[in-house]
Structure formats: structure tokens, C-alpha cells
């Protein structure tokens, strides 16, 4: 890093001098960077998935080829990129592979599990090994496209097209002791690809898959306690609906992204009544693949990072500013083609994404996009207290040099919402009692500035 920062400085010096009297007023003090070496692992690697750590660090998972395609996980740890665990900890070839972490910060895995006749396996790091979450292999028969989510509570679920229910849709949760089948097995019309979990804002699991009951268009399926009921009409988009990728808006939109028939990447939302075109449809400038969506913690915009065929099949990731669509640095940032692109943010807003990277004989990459000039002029302090910090029950939330109104959110770690509120004082208390313990995010929202923090929520028994 010191090295970039240097050659900055004797390459442009004009640039430093600019940023001392203008916070990051420049594109050129942006760029994308790799996070520690590019190409990392020990050899190929597929089934990229991406995620953030509560105290910031990233985790890629991965079906690892210098382990007999077996999973792996690995970390940043601020210097260099480092097993969690043993390598290749699976039993055997893992296929489709999906990283989540609960409420309580434990990191799982979900993966089709070639020990168990291609069948759904999780597994989670107890800070020693890797264990098996209930049985492994739980699905009735082979399960493709899992994915893995965690309701409110940190009941660990997972979406996955059921082999043995004519490759419909099918959804089971880990309820401490036993997986269980949420509403029926194989609910959804026809053959789910590409199906995708998230959780609402109330708690709800949705699930997004292209759909071949309905022309392979999309379809947004959610359980309402009972059943799996459609999310306005199924089949809405108007045009078949490749690598379908779920989240939620700060607000509580469900929205999907996926790759329009030819025309490229498309993001829709519902409104409560439709879905609707979030921006132009069709937006990158030809066909996409590996689409990740998700929604910045800080400005609350949407991002998808996707394979961008136009561009030689690089990485490219593209941001909707409330008008259009537009580039986070430049389109087809990695040097070559990039499979299985996986988005993530930091706390602090920084977009992540991983990918088996060609440029580095298809091993793991992962890099951001932050300011070549991090730790100049950055903020020191934040304008915000919180105290007492563990807390089991209350927690004040002190504002200083702020008499603003502002919005208020509590968000868990993997950016569920859990107490949203308007304060208008400097100091406002909030309940936790009711929050899991755990790890949780605090975002203070106003026309003056965005202030974060983080809270542990303790159990009130020991």
C-alpha cells in the first residue's frame, strides 16, 4: 500500500496536493485494488462466494482443485490470505458451494455434496473444525443451485432445485436439531434454476428462480406461515431470467437481478403491487453471467457485480444512483475473465468482489474499491456513543455536535434490518432485550452526514 501511495505521489504530484484541500475530489484517487495477492489459493477455484465478517475481515468459500475439489474457506487477516480451518475440509467433492454467517458470527457453508449422492450438506467452523450441521446429505435427493440464508432468529435455511421433486423449488431450515421442509417440497410451478434465499425485513423467506412453468422468466415465491405464495405475478419479467440473484432495499423492496434473455443485466423491484424496472432494462452493454446483488450499508443504492461478456468476460460492477446505472470505477476491472463473481460489502461501504480469476490460472481474486489515499484525511472520530456497549437490554446512542433529525437503523451482520426508528434528539435509547445475542450494526442517517458503529447484544442469561 505504501509503495502505491509513493508512486502516486512521484507519478502525480499535483493529485496529493488536490486531496489535502478536497476530500477525495478526484476519480483518479479511487481505483480497484486487489485484496492481498490475486490468484491466491493453492489452485483453481470455483464456486466463489464472498462474505464480510463482523469485524471486517473476508471470507471466500470455494470448491478447491489443489484439494480434490473439495470446500475451502479462506480469509484476509490484513496481510495475507489464510485457511480457516483445515483445507479441502468436506469429505469429498463439494459442488455449488454458498458462504453465510449466523447472527452469532459463526461462519457455515452450504454445498452440493458429493459424499451424499449430490445431496445438501452445511456445515459451520466452531473455531476449531468444521462440523457437520445436523445430518449430512439432509435433502431427500440431489440438490442443485443451494443457497443459504438466516431468518431473524439465526435459523440457518437453505433454497435449493429438488432433483427428486421433478427439479422444483424446494426450502428446508436446521431447527437445532432436525432439518425440517418449510411448506411443501418441489412448491414452485416448474424446474427452478438459479434459485436464490433472502429474508424480508419482517422475517419472511423469500425465494427468486428462473422459472420454466412460466417461459423461464423470474418468479419470487415467499412463505407466509403456511404456504409458498407468488410475489405478484409469477413470470414477470418479460423476458427470460438467467442467474437470478436475490436482496432486499433498506426500505424492504424485494429485488431481483438477473441476465435479460440477451439484452443484458436487468434489476426489478416490487412495489407492493408490481415489480417494476429498477432504471433501464437491459442496462450493461451486452449479456452477463454470475450476477451478485446486494445493497450498500452506507448509501443504500443497489449494486450488481456480474461476468461481463461485453467486456471479454471480465468483472464489471455497476450501481443504480437513483436515475441510472452507472460504472463503480471502470467496466471489466480484472485483467481477465472472471467466473462466479461474488459481491460483498463492508461497514464502512466498500464494495468486494471475488472470482476464479483467468488472469491467475483460475484461482481465487478477490479485490475492492477504495481510495488509493486510505488514512488521508480520513475521519478520525466518529459523531456517535454508545453506551453501555455490551449491553443485554438498553443501549443510549449519544449524537455529538448533532441536533439533526435523523433516520435510525439497526442491521444484524449480514444486513438484515432489525430495529428501525426517526430521533431527533442528541440522545435517544433503544431496546435490544428482544435482538439474539450477537454482533450488530448501527447506521445514523441525515442530509449532513452518514455515521456508523457497531454494538454486541449479550444474552441475559449465562
Known sequence: MKRLFYLFMFLFPGILSAQQNSFKSSPLDYMWMNVGNAGFSMGEAKFTSLAISPSGEPYIAFQDWANSKKASVMKFDGNTWVNVGNAGFSSDVAWCLDLAFSPNGQVYVSFEDRANSYKTTVMKFDGNNW????????????????????????????????SVNFKKATVMKFDGTNWMKVGSAGFSSGEADYTNIAFSLAGQPYVAYQDWGNSQKATVMKFDGTNWVNVGPAGFSGNSAGYTSLAFSASGEPCVAFSYGNYGVTVMKFDGTNWTNVGNAGFSEGNASFISLAFNPVDGLPYVAYKDIYNFGKATLSKFDGNNWAYVGINGFSVFDADYTSLAFNLSGHPFIAYEDYANSQEATVMKYDSVFVGVNEPKESRLLFYPNP???????????????????????????????????????????NLPSGIYFIRLTNEKAVELGKIIKLSRYP
Open 391 to 433: 449491553s443485554t437490554d438498553q443501549i443510549t446512542i449519544e449524537t455529538i455536535n448533532s441536533s439533526t433529525q435523523s433516520h435510525l437503523s439497526v442491521t444484524n451482520f449480514i444486513g438484515q434490518p432489525c430495529i428501525t426508528s426517526q430521533i431527533t434528539g442528541s440522545k435517544t435509547q433503544i431496546d435490544i432485550s
Open 131 to 162: 462440523v457437520v450441521v445436523g445430518t449430512g446429505g439432509f435433502s431427500a435427493g440431489e440438490a442443485n443451485y443451494t443457497t443459504l440464508a438466516f431468518s431473524l432468529t439465526g435459523q440457518p435455511y437453505v433454497a435449493y432445485q429438488d
